[in-house]
Nanobody, 121 residues
Framework: QVQLVESGGGLVQAGGSLRLSCVASGLTFSNYAMAWFRQAPGKEREFVTAIRSSGGYTYYTDSVKGRFTISRDNAKKMVYLQMNALKPEDTAVYYC??????????????WGQGTQVTVSS
């Protein structure tokens, strides 16, 4: 049974930082691309960032470039999202996702339950 479990969300003031973590189990982690998505209240889920299975390539949506950093540790089966210079518009539930194929769409095989990030102004 595959599980992705996110942690690290919380309430932070604008300009602050948070680090999200996602631990995977039940899959060969090093074979999967990993991504972070987010969904704000009343909005559709949106892609935030992704990292290839080897960690050698990353991609970010324009709104987070220069502020967010995705990384992974294949030995620990973990993926991270370092979020700096947070803005109120970053407020959302953040989801970790695992995909056997590299994609920037929502076509990922497994999803976590999400962790809430709230940025106050």
């Amino acid at each position: 049974q595959v599980q992705l479990v996110e942690s690290g969300g919380g309430l932070v003031q604008a300009g602050g930082s948070l680090r999200l973590s996602c631990v995977a189990s039940g899959l060969t982690f090093s074979n999967y691309a990993m991504a972070w998505f987010r969904q704000a209240p009343g909005k559709e889920r949106e892609f935030v960032t992704a990292i290839r299975s080897s960690g050698g390539y990353t991609y970010y949506t324009d709104s987070v470039k220069g502020r967010f950093t995705i990384s992974r540790d294949n030995a620990k089966k973990m993926v991270y999202l370092q979020m700096n210079a947070l803005k109120p518009e970053d407020t959302a539930v953040y989801y970790c996702a695992a995909g056997i194929s590299w994609t920037l769409s929502g076509q990922y095989n497994y999803w976590g339950q999400g962790t809430q990030v709230t940025v106050s102004s």
